[in-house]
């Protein structure tokens, strides 16, 4: 019997919970069935069928090259002939640090790990353990990964999941009310909020994690104003400011959302493009802070597989691709061409729909204005979303199957995969005015 997607689903459904390895894979949110994808090559993936399609998914954020890179691919190669982990220190590791501190201009010291997860996790805990303070505050609709004190009004998998959470409640069973009790929640860009809870809690927070671009409920931009209110407050009150870009960094500019704003964070995390399509993410900022993690102080954070000479070697090659001149105008260019014309083609068809880019990340959102916080999100047309999404699935491309997650382009959406794009967003406005 031939693979297909469906029994291919049916037997992941016996062995794994909900047939996915993380939720955001399921199609729970617009019905269907996933596609199990075989292969990927620049722009393109195929599916268990050998359906060809155009990821605007790009695992999320990492593969900002394309899929299959021949240098990094020669780059892992390479690395692997010499052995797949050591467990002690390598040159490349000091190499992709000293190269993260070159490019992220608030990073002096850096620590890698993982995941994404274990990058936000341990910055809080060295924002905690610096400060001597337990209190946190986070931004609803922004995702840190799934760490307890930030499974709280979360985005990403967890905004198409839950229930609507009460203030200060866990996004997730399994979450102590005790641990989350110490994370605060406020609304994205609303600096009053911020400026009220450091009135009532002035000595007791340790630190303030934020996406500076939001990508996990949709793409939402934080306004100059709210990075600006942050920075001086965190200053004010002794916080540690934790700019999160696992999704931002490296992928709206070459330092970052940091690099657009000039708001120099205390500590930043990042992941996806700095492991190049590998598991690999970091953290890093302050000296003076960056001291209190061991082996040189009290806050303790490890990893057996930590720095992977493997994962390090792709992201090593990607990082160095990524600093061609003139890389981040042609991503930034395409990605240009994708929401102009996705706005001029819900224009013609007279769909309520509109969308926005930072650099090779952007938002479409089924809503007369752009979202500026999480409520406005919640507010956009999600059925309108649902049949938006299976018609370009069927037309050949593959966004995000959530009205909750940012969609990426790589260096190779060149424009005749941005015009086969666009052909199947005006068929497919055309298609949802019939219904
Ligand atoms: C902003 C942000 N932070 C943290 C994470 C968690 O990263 P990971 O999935 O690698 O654990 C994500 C994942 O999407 C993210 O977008």
Same mark, same amino acid.
């Given at each position: 019997m031939s693979l297909t997607n469906e029994t291919l689903f049916a037997r992941a459904q016996r062995v794994i919970p909900g047939g996915v390895n993380s939720p955001v894979r399921a199609f729970a949110a617009v019905g269907g069935t996933p596609k199990f994808i075989t292969r990927a090559q620049g722009p393109y993936f195929w599916d268990a069928q050998g359906q060809r399609y155009i990821d605007y998914i790009g695992s999320w954020g990492p593969m900002i090259l394309g899929h299959a890179d021949q240098d990094v691919l020669h780059a892992v190669h390479e690395a692997m002939l010499m052995g797949f982990s050591f467990g002690t220190p390598t040159e490349a590791e000091v190499c992709i640090a000293e190269t993260l501190c070159q490019l992220m201009a608030s990073i002096e010291q850096v620590r890698l790990v993982s995941s994404g997860t274990e990058a936000t996790m341990s910055a809080l805990r060295l924002a905690r353990g610096f400060t001597q303070r337990d209190k946190i505050i986070k931004f609803e609709g922004c995702y840190h990964g799934h760490s307890d004190s930030l499974l709280v009004k979360a985005g990403s998998g967890l905004l198409t999941f839950s229930e609507k959470n009460a203030q200060g409640a866990p996004s997730s069973a399994g979450v102590p009310a005790d641990v989350a009790r110490h994370t605060l929640v406020l609304d994205y860009n609303d600096s009053e909020q911020l400026e009220q #809870? $450091? /009135?009532?809690y002035p000595d007791q927070i340790a630190a303030v994690i934020v996406e500076p671009l939001a990508g996990n409920m949709n793409l939402v931009r934080a306004?100059?104003? $709210?990075?600006k209110t942050l920075r001086r407050l965190c200053d004010a009150h002794g916080t540690v400011l934790i700019f999160d870009e696992v999704m931002s960094g490296f992928r709206v500019a070459l330092g970052g959302v940091q690099a657009l704003t000039a708001i120099r964070p205390d500590l930043t995390c990042l992941g996806k493009i700095i492991g190049g399509g590998l598991p690999m993410a970091a953290f890093g900022g302050r000296r003076d802070i960056m001291a209190h993690l061991a082996p040189l102080g009290p806050v303790y954070q490890a990893g057996t597989l930590s720095g992977n000479p493997i994962a390090v070697a792709a992201g090593l090659a990607t990082l160095k691709k990524i600093q061609a001149p003139g890389f981040y105008d042609r991503l930034h260019a395409q990605t240009r061409k994708l929401v102009d014309g996705i706005i001029l083609h819900a224009r013609t068809a007279g769909v309520a729909c509109c969308a926005d880019h930072v650099g @090779?990340?952007? @938002?479409?959102? $089924?809503s007369k204005t752009i979202p500026q916080a999480y409520a406005g999100v919640c507010e956009s047309d999600i059925d309108m979303f649902k049949r938006f999404f299976h018609a370009m699935l069927s037309a @050949? #491309?593959?966004?995000?199957?959530? /009205? $909750?997650e940012a969609g990426f382009v790589s260096i190779q959406h060149d424009d005749q995969v941005i015009e086969e794009t666009l052909l199947a967003v005006e068929q497919s406005f055309a298609s949802m005015q019939v219904v």
């Open positions: #809870v $450091f /009135a009532a306004h100059a104003e $709210f990075l @090779g990340m952007f @938002g479409i959102y $089924f @050949g #491309v593959y966004l995000a199957p959530s /009205a $909750f």
